[in-house]
T-cell receptor
């Protein structure tokens, strides 16, 4: 296992289309997180899962966004009816909270979304 | 509400110089603090994780300190190299008002050969 894997790395879509991103965490990690990052800013928390349970969602996660982790392994983040403001890097991270409530976060390479 | 600030926003130094990056946070009720490195267009690479009960962590040429009471952390890079050029981000993990990981905007470091 080489780390957190995200797919696709880049996605260009037209406004109004739906897009889906996939994240495969480090295999023994039971926590999985989604973040969004825009140019020049730090990542912003979107949501996180412990196993298959989605435990928290940010206010940033509008009704057009949905995340799932059906079997407690990989996760998908779907954005419906994309808007230009959704253009960003979507980052996935995983952790095994063996050192405190959060553990050390390990990130994937991200999925860059461009909405035309 | 937790806020994380990183100063300076950008830094350019000659190769071989020792340097310090700063991270400050407003709410001292944190679980831990993590420093990351990010290369352009890439994800984040974990550098150091400091638990709230710890004062510092070291890894190679990197040393991170934490002063919870004053809401500060520093990342010290010794003998900087051009390969250290990247954006350095600090993240504060807290549970105030629900799970929160708050990132600073980062410090863009350029090490000149």
């Amino acid at each position: 296992d080489t780390g957190v894997s995200q797919d696709p790395r880049h996605k260009i879509t037209k406004r109004g289309q739906n897009v889906t991103f996939r994240c495969d965490p480090i295999s023994e990690h039971n926590r999985l997180y989604w973040y969004r990052q825009t140019l020049g800013q730090g990542p912003e928390f979107l949501t996180y899962f412990q196993n298959e349970a989605q435990l928290e969602k940010s206010r940033l996660l509008s009704d057009r966004f949905s995340a799932e982790r059906p079997k407690g392994s990989f996760s998908t983040l779907e954005i419906q009816r994309t808007e230009q403001g959704d253009s960003a890097m979507y980052l996935c991270a995983s952790s095994f909270p063996d050192r405190g409530p959060t553990g050390e976060l390990f990130f994937g390479e991200g999925s860059r979304l461009t909405v035309l | 509400k937790q806020e994380v600030t990183q100063i300076p926003a950008a830094l350019s130094v000659p190769e071989g110089e020792n340097l310090v990056l700063n991270c400050s946070f407003t709410d001292s009720a944190i679980y831990n603090l993590q420093w990351f490195r990010q290369d352009p267009g890439k994800g984040l690479t974990s550098l150091l994780l400091i638990q709230s009960s710890q004062r510092e962590q070291t890894s190679g040429r990197l040393n991170a300190s934490l002063d919870k009471s004053s809401g500060r952390s520093t990342l010290y890079i010794a003998a900087s190299q051009p390969g250290d050029s990247a954006t350095y981000l600090c993240a504060v993990h807290s549970n105030t008002g629900g799970f929160k990981t708050i990132f600073g905007a980062g410090t863009r470091l350029f090490v000149k050969a």
